[in-house]
């Protein structure tokens, strides 16, 4: 009968040590991705990620498959499946344009949201995305609407200093953090759900006429 | 007999249970910092975190005792008890300054990294930062130094959007993260451990000597 005891309690805390390895496995499973990109990288060519097809391999002078800061991001922007939100002070990069109009293409639902005074510098894409059919806004301040960042499926926050333009990607000293934590994505969910509503044309236009 | 068996596995069981929410209860103790600030906020009154003593009440126009982005922000920059390693394109904020000076007063070791043209900006502190004898160094490529981000103690991060300037704490639409994040803080610690080496003027004297 003792050793039936002595049995039945190491049972029990085999099952202790089986609970807390399976606790620990699940904690390690659940990782949030956390990541963090710097400006300048050396440069290569993104046709693979951008392309038409694979079919049709890229014979520009680029170095290929080498994975750069410019990649990464359009890797963790080209994963969208449902939405993606854009709040970018500039957009001017052609790289970045041409992801986001592939995302549209895929039926990815894109909000844009961009600064009044540089939705029309030389070189800005904005213009692109609006043909295709995205809907953008630009803010009505007076101030400058400064923010960089990326809200990808309500999921991934993508953040930094880089500003969308050809000269922060290919030279500028800059840095980007790609994290899925939701403590740091969900108030850039509720800030960009709030600056698209103040910078609704009709609401604005509605204001207007009834001043 | 058989009561002793079920009253050991009993006590293997309660045993478990108790590992289990000590495992929870330390998880939730060693929850990390993540916070989000954006910018522009109400306004209102820093004397009392700048202020020289707390025997000189502030009788200036502003709200008194109200939190705002910028007290935030400065809590966590006057956290610092050991080192602050910050790396600013731009840099006139005044407030900031103050926050910077009376950290250096109280012994915090700090190193400044900013742009080489924007270091001379109106109103850049920089000149301040430097006459107290806090080591300042300019990047010395030809291409902009756009990070915006301090480093408090080696373990808290303050990035995003804002530069140190009094037209974006003051005006601007800006994001802030702060976190403690170590897969993030990280490699913006060994980032500025890079630039500032290769910042180092007696670095770029000896190769310019050598050359």
């Known amino acids: 009968m003792m050793w039936k005891a002595v049995g ?10 089986e609970v807390l390895s399976w606790v620990r496995r699940r ?3 659940k990782k949030i991705l956390n990541e963090v990109i710097f400006f300048p990288s050396e440069m290569g060519c993104v046709e693979h990620l951008l392309g038409p097809s694979k079919l049709y391999p890229c014979f520009c002078a680029l170095p290929h498959g080498v994975e ?23 957009f001017s990069s052609i790289d970045l344009c041409r992801a986001v109009l592939a995302l549209h293409k895929k039926g990815v639902i894109i909000r844009v949201l961009s600064d009044k005074d540089y939705i029309a510098i030389t070189g800005s894409q904005i213009g692109y995305l609006r043909k295709a059919g995205i809907c953008v806004r630009s803010d009505v301040g007076s101030v400058y609407m ?15 200093s880089l500003n969308w333009t050809l000269t922060a990607v290919q030279g500028n000293m800059e840095n980007l953090i790609v994290t899925m934590e939701p403590e740091l994505v ?9 600056l698209w509503e103040i910078n609704d044309p009709a609401r604005t236009l509605f204001n207007s006429t009834s001043a």
Not at 8 to 17: C, D, E, G
Not at 73 to 78: A, G, I
Not at 79 to 90: E, R
Not at 186 to 194: D, H, K, S, V, Y
């Open 68 to 90: 750069t800061s410019l990649s990464r991001l359009l890797r963790h922007l080209l994963s969208a499946t449902s939405s993606l939100d854009l709040c970018v002070f500039a």
């Open 186 to 194: 969900r108030p850039f969910i509720q800030e960009f759900n709030r």
């Open 8 to 17: 039945l309690s190491l049972l029990a805390f085999s099952f202790t040590v």
């Open 146 to 160: 400064h923010h960089k960042f990326a809200v990808v499926d309500e999921s991934l926050l993508i953040t930094g």
């Open 27 to 29: 904690n390690k499973a």
